[in-house]
T-cell receptor, first 113, second 113 residues
């Protein structure tokens, strides 16, 4: 069974630009979570999508947004990039049941110059 | 606001020894508990999940949960150099409005050959 996939693996942008990160969940999983892991910091929750809807978001500004497509894949958009947005962005998928295990993709490393 | 606390380490143990990793959490409604392992530059991979008080064993790994003390631990028996990584404790609850994992900052484990 294929795991969670993310693209691209690396992304280099300049301050003020927009970044788009993509995630495909495990087959059968309807929930997609996005997390940010900045250097030296822990994993911080960004967004949760389930059945095509945004269900919850973490303590991040509105320039972090995304969507989930009918096939349950998801994209994360970061507008007006700032230097501190440089981080590993992780996508996790789950079946959609409360308390279930989340499985992580390999991540996209975003570098903002 | 949930908080998850872990000793950052590094925890250094000799090969073949038992490594004991600890985690405390502040939110009494937390219901689901997870241990993830993260190698440097990689994404977290699930080691164990635990939902009920007591011990849960899987191979060389044993997770222990004490909800009254708000404490969860991970024991690694016969530690191997390949176990050297950062171990992340994560918690979530059954509230359908919040599903995101709250992570501790991780404990870095070093297994000395």
């Amino acid at each position: 069974e294929a795991g969670v996939t993310q693209s691209p693996t690396h992304l280099i942008k300049t301050r003020g630009q927009q970044a788009t990160l993509r995630c495909s969940p495990i087959s059968g999983h309807t929930s997609v979570y996005w997390y940010q892991q900045a250097l030296g910091l822990g994993l911080q929750f960004l967004l949760w999508y389930d059945e095509g809807e945004e269900r919850n978001r973490g303590n991040f500004p509105p320039r972090f947004s995304g969507r989930q497509f009918p096939n349950y894949s998801s994209e994360l958009n970061v507008n007006a990039l700032e230097l501190e947005d440089s981080a590993l962005y992780l996508c996790a998928s789950a079946t959609g049941t409360a308390g279930e295990t989340q499985y992580f993709g390999p991540g996209t490393r975003l570098l903002v110059l | 606001q949930k908080e998850v606390e872990q000793n950052s380490g590094p925890l250094s143990v000799p090969e073949g020894a038992i490594a004991s990793l600890n985690c405390t959490y502040s939110d009494r409604v937390s219901q689901s508990f997870f241990w993830y392992r993260q190698y440097s530059g990689k994404s977290p991979e699930l080691i164990m999940s635990i939902y009920s008080n007591g011990d849960k064993e899987d191979g060389r790994f044993t997770a222990q949960l004490n909800k009254a003390s708000q404490y969860v631990s991970l024991l690694i028996r016969d530690s191997q150099p390949s176990d050297s990584a950062t171990y992340l404790c994560a918690v979530t609850d059954m509230d359908t409005g919040r599903r995101a994992l709250t992570f501790g900052s991780g404990t870095r484990l070093q297994v000395q050959p």
